[in-house]
């Protein structure tokens, strides 16, 4: 890895907003293809944070300054990632389900669909079914997009799916899930239509939902 490479992911890791927004702005300048700086860098910096959270290293403050760190280096990244001459492919949207605040995962998710051509609603965190159906409701959604990291929000996500069952809203959309301890087979039991790993596999997903 290269030193301004190397710069971005301590100062992730360590939570130091400005020197990662400087550390990104570099690399950008430098030339580095914006999609390897986020998967081969800034991601495994967040790896590392939940690692040292996983063995006592760090606690929720630092796992919270390294998020914002991490937020305002995608911010910078954003543009770049979303850039391009794209047809529109579908209408998602977006949430973190109830009781979840995590949502540096989802937001990249969103970004990368933006890049794809999907008009994306983004509802945020801690996302209420009513509110998943609500936005539904409103139509032209292709797709419903549920991101939960904590293996206490993951049936959410199965509430928030039966919620647009009940409403006779489900059958109309496509359905993905990502992150916490989910994988395709869990994913089908819940109700969704697909799993996707990172936001590269959620772009490649959701065209297939939509059949774009
Ligand atoms: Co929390 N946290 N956290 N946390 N946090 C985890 C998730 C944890 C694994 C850490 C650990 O113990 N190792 C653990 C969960 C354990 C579990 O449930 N099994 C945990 C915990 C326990 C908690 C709290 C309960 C801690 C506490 O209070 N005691 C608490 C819960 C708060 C709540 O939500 N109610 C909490 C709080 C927080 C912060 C607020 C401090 C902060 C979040 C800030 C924010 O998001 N704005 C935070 C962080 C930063 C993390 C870790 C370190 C990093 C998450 C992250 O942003 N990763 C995380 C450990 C880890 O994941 N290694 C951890 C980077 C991001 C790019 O990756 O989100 O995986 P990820 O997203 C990927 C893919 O998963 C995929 O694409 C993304 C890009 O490739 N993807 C999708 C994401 N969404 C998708 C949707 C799709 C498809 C793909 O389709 C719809």
Redesign the pocket.
Known sequence: MDEVRAALKKAIEEGVAKEAAKAVQQALDDGADPGSI??DV??PA??????R??CGD?F??E??I???A??EALAILRPKLIAGDVKPAGKVV?G?VK???????????CM?LEGAGFEVTDLG??VAPEKFVDAVRQGGVNL???????????PNMKVTIESLKAQGLRDKLGV??????VNDKLATEIGADG????????VA??RRLVGA
């Open positions: 986020l998967r800034m991601v967040m790896d590392e944070v939940g690692r959270y996983e760090y929720l403050p796992m919270l390294s998020a914002r991490m937020k977006a973190t009781g979840d605040l995590h949502d540096i995962g989802k937001n990249l998710v990368m965190v801690d419903i997009a549920l991101s939960a990291l904590l293996t206490t929000t993951l993905m899930v990502g992150v916490a301890p799993y996707a790993e990172d936001a590269a596999g959620a997903l959701a």
